[in-house]
C-alpha cells in the first residue's frame, strides 16, 4: 500500500487569509494543497483561478493540487501549468478531447488526473489510464465544500484500485487514488480500506480548530495506527 496523502482543500479555508491558512495546514502535516476551480458553468459556483494560484504559490512548499471543475478545460489547464501547479485533474465530461487534454497538462511539466462524478462511470478510463498520474473519485457531487459522503463511492474505489494495481503491476508506472467530498476521521478508515491513498478533506480540517490534531487523526485514521 502507497503512503497516505492528506490534501486540504482551501475551499474551506478563509479566503482572506489563504496565504497564512495554506501555510498552518502545512505546518500541520499537509502533503498537498488541493485548489478548487469552479467557473459557474460546469458547476454552479465560482472560486478561484491561476493568478490565486500563482500568489499562493511562494507560500506553499507542498505540490499544488489543481481540480479544475470547468469547462471548457484546456486553457486554464495551461495556465494553471505557469501559475505553479503540480498536479492538474480535469472532468472527462468537461473536455472533447480528453487525450489531448492529458497531453497538454504533461506538456505543461505537471502530473495529470481524470476526476469521476458520483454518476460518471469508469469505462472513461479504458484507454488513458496509463497515461494518467491520478485517479480523483468524488464522493460528493461537485460544487461546494461540507456536502455528505455518498457511500457507492466505496464500491468506486474499490474498482479504480484493482485497475490502478493491474496497470502498475505491468508498467511500473505509478498511479494515485484520490477522493474528493465529505471525508472525515470518522469514515476514512472505510474509505482507505476500499483503496484510496489520496484525501481531500475541506470542512473537516478548515472547519475543524487544531488543524495539525485533525491531519493527524486523519492519517492515523487511514493508515490503521
Ligand atoms: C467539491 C470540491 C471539494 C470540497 C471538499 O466540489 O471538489 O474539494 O472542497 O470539501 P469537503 O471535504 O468539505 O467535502
Ligand atoms: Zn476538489
Redesign the pocket.
Known amino acids: 500500500m502507497k503512503t497516505c496523502q492528506i490534501a486540504p ?1 482551501i ?2 479555508a478563509d479566503f482572506s487569509r489563504l496565504g497564512d491558512e495554506a501555510r498552518a495546514v502545512i505546518a500541520g502535516g499537509a502533503d498537498l494543497i ?1 485548489f ?1 476551480v ?1 467557473d459557474n458553468h460546469y ?1 454552479p ?1 465560482l472560486t478561484i483561478g491561476p493568478m490565486v494560484c500563482e500568489a499562493l504559490k511562494p507560500h506553499v512548499s507542498v505540490p499544488i493540487d489543481v ?1 479544475l ?1 470547468v469547462r471548457p478545460v484546456d486553457r486554464l489547464a495551461s495556465d494553471f501549468a505557469k501559475a505553479g501547479a503540480a498536479i492538474i485533474s480535469f472532468h472527462p465530461e468537461a473536455s472533447d478531447h480528453i487525450d489531448r487534454t492529458i497531453a497538454l497538462i504533461h506538456d505543461g511539466g505537471c502530473k495529470a488526473g481524470l476526476v469521476f462524478n458520483p454518476a460518471t462511470p469508469l469505462v472513461w478510463l479504458d484507454h488513458v489510464l496509463d497515461k494518467l498520474d491520478l485517479v480523483l473519485i ?1 464522493s ?8 455528505s ?1 455518498i457511500p457507492e463511492a466505496l464500491n468506486k474505489l474499490a474498482l479504480a484500485r484493482s485497475r490502478i494495481d493491474a496497470i502498475t503491476a505491468r508498467t511500473g508506472r505509478e498511479i494515485r487514488l484520490e477522493v ?4 472525515k476521521v470518522d469514515n476514512i478508515a472505510s474509505i482507505a480500506k476500499a483503496g484510496a491513498d489520496t484525501f ?6 478548515f ?1 475543524g480548530g487544531d488543524y495539525k490534531k485533525i491531519i493527524a487523526a486523519l492519517r492515523a485514521a487511514a493508515t490503521g495506527a
Open positions: 482543500s475551499l474551506s488541493h478548487d469552479m458547476v459556483n481540480h471543475m468524488m460528493v457531487n461537485p460544487g461546494f465544500g461540507g456536502q459522503f474528493d467530498g465529505g471525508v481531500v478533506a475541506g470542512s473537516a480540517i472547519g
